[in-house]
């Protein structure tokens, strides 16, 4: 009897153990999920302006955020939430319970509004759509336009114009509502401006123009500059002539402006003299690195008849630790021609850094006058010739 009541105590012990542990697990713990009594409330400001969505499964202490606390605010009232609208639109309701179960709804608020658009005009580009927008207005929208061989448009359930341009002109557009109330606004279009080159020009040589065509746009063509004192726009026809005045790199630019204003923005990197005319002076010019160089009178031109291989260098300064440049290396003397093996390496605190060596294409020695050197080349994957100017100095 003794033993049967030691076996019962332990099965009552272990009985309360397992219930205990079991009420301690949060995760045998049931919440409810959150239900609202709708997805969507819609608010007629002409009828009234409060509306209420009602908790229909929660766990309580609910918290409501809004997108957009211009177009409604709410209140939570037990169960109940409580929206008062404030003017025309869509906001998204985030509702949370203390359970951290959450959902949503939208909350539409109408009431019946002047068609206003956002704009009375709109410069339109054939082959590029022009947009505008419905500022207030009843939803429902259609377009139509007064010459549909000039501009067409499409309005979407959210007030958002399309306007797509067919010919130069001018188009009046109506935008009219389900209500039928209407708006208007003007189309003009115009060609675009098109040049046979769009991207920015490297390099300008000083003095020598370089010619661009307009394909298409608008006659009446001007032009204009960012920087008079190193760069010169002019207009012949439908012919744009640029020139570089001064050697430096200003990234100036010029614009061409046709009758209808539409224009064209090209830059220019820099303005440099023809490299074969400047004697007694140090430059380089690779595309890859810095575009423009001058240094004061330093550089080298090297020959090895023992090795038959040369050296040009040019550096940007006589302050090793600040001097930058390039160096050419490559097989043969320093005559004039074509030249075989060449590399160029970048110079670093007045060094020749061997580490970084880049192979170099066509490279030709362009002239020799007296201990000066003109040599020029082309670095991987351009099709603007590199040069160095330097000269001789052991």
Request: charged share 25%; with cysteine; hydrophobic share 40%.
């Given at each position: 009897?003794?033993?049967?009541?030691?076996?019962?105590?332990?099965?009552?012990?272990?009985?309360?153990?397992?219930?205990?542990?079991?009420?301690?697990?949060?995760?045998?713990?049931?919440?409810?999920?959150?239900?609202?009594?709708?997805?969507?409330?819609?608010?007629?400001?002409?009828?009234?302006?409060?509306?209420?969505?009602?908790?229909?499964?929660?766990?309580?202490?609910?918290?409501?955020?809004?997108?957009?606390?211009?177009?409604?605010?709410?209140?939570?009232?037990?169960?109940?939430?409580?929206?008062?609208?404030?003017?025309?639109?869509?906001?998204?309701?985030?509702?949370?319970?203390?359970?951290?179960?959450?959902?949503?709804?939208?909350?539409?608020?109408?009431?019946?509004?002047?068609?206003?658009?956002?704009?009375?005009?709109?410069?339109?580009?054939?082959?590029?759509?022009?947009?505008?927008?419905?500022?207030?207005?009843?939803?429902?929208?259609?377009?139509?336009?007064?010459?549909?061989?000039?501009?067409?448009?499409?309005?979407?359930?959210d007030g958002k114009i399309t306007v797509s341009g067919l010919a130069r002109g001018t188009a009046t557009i109506t935008i009219t509502d389900k209500l039928g109330k209407s708006a208007k606004f003007t189309a003009v279009v115009s060609r675009q401006l098109l040049f046979d080159r769009t991207e920015d020009i490297y390099m300008l040589e000083v003095g020598v123009p370089f010619e661009i065509n307009i394909l298409d746009g608008n006659g009446g063509y001007t032009s204009s500059v960012s920087s008079a004192a190193y760069l010169e726009c002019t207009v012949a026809g439908t012919k744009v002539l640029v020139k570089g005045k001064r050697c430096g790199k200003p990234n100036a630019t010029f614009t061409v402006k046709d009758a209808d204003g539409v224009s064209?923005?090209?830059?220019?990197?820099?303005?440099?003299?023809?490299?074969?005319?400047?004697?007694?002076?140090?430059?380089?010019?690779?595309?890859?690195?810095?575009?423009?160089?001058?240094?004061?009178?330093?550089?080298?031109?090297?020959?090895?008849?023992?090795?038959?291989?040369?050296?040009?260098?040019?550096?940007?300064?006589t302050l090793a630790i600040i001097s930058t440049g390039y160096c050419l290396e490559f097989a043969g003397d320093l005559s004039v021609g074509g030249k075989n093996d060449a590399v160029m390496y970048l110079i670093k605190r007045g060094e020749v850094d061997l580490s970084a060596k880049q192979p170099v294409a066509d490279l030709r020695i362009d002239k020799v006058e007296g201990v000066w050197y003109w040599a020029s080349f082309l670095t991987a994957g351009k099709t603007i010739r590199s040069y160095i100017v330097t000269r001789q100095t052991n």
């Open positions: 009897m003794k033993k049967n009541l030691l076996y019962l105590a332990g099965f009552l012990v272990a009985a309360v153990s397992l219930l205990t542990g079991c009420s301690d697990n949060g995760d045998d713990l049931k919440y409810s999920g959150l239900v609202l009594d709708t997805e969507q409330l819609v608010i007629d400001m002409d009828k009234s302006d409060e509306g209420v969505i009602r908790v229909t499964e929660g766990n309580g202490n609910y918290r409501v955020a809004l997108s957009d606390e211009n177009i409604a605010a709410v209140k939570v009232d037990g169960n109940l939430i409580r929206v008062t609208a404030m003017q025309s639109g869509k906001v998204d309701m985030t509702v949370t319970d203390w359970a951290k179960k959450s959902t949503s709804a939208r909350i539409v608020v109408k009431r019946e509004e002047e068609l206003i658009l956002g704009n009375e005009s709109l410069k339109v580009l054939i082959g590029r759509p022009g947009y505008l927008s419905v500022y207030t207005g009843n939803g429902q929208y259609s377009a139509s336009s007064s010459d549909e061989s000039i501009a067409v448009a499409d309005v979407d359930e064209v923005t090209i830059r220019v990197t820099f303005m440099d003299n023809n490299y074969l005319d400047n004697l007694k002076l140090y430059r380089a010019f690779v595309p890859e690195d810095a575009p423009f160089q001058q240094s004061s009178g330093v550089g080298t031109a090297v020959y090895s008849p023992e090795l038959r291989h040369s050296q040009l260098s040019v550096k940007s300064s």
